[in-house]
């Protein structure tokens, strides 16, 4: 539950209300600057990530794309570290 809370506040509320008030540009680098903070052992490839899925956020206007494709990279990563 706490995965969805964090998407629903970086990409959700935060990307959205930023949006409204400044540049769609610098709300998407913004939220994404925060989203990673809150990943510090993998600060850029948090930050990338972010950048993409709030793109992906702004430009369908939904959560759903950016959730699935979430899950499905966690899903791959966990499966992955598994076998190494």
């Known amino acids: 539950m706490l995965q969805f809370g964090r998407k629903f506040f970086f990409r959700g509320i935060l990307l959205f209300t930023l949006s409204k008030l ?13 989203f990673a903070l809150f990943h510090p052992m993998y600060l850029i490839i948090a930050f990338v990530s972010g950048v993409i899925l709030s793109t992906m956020t702004y430009k369908t206007k939904s959560l759903i794309p950016s959730m699935i494709s979430y899950s499905v990279w966690n899903l791959y990563a966990g499966k992955l570290f598994l076998y190494f």
């Open 22 to 34: 400044i540049k769609p540009v610098w709300a998407i680098a913004f939220s994404s600057v925060i």
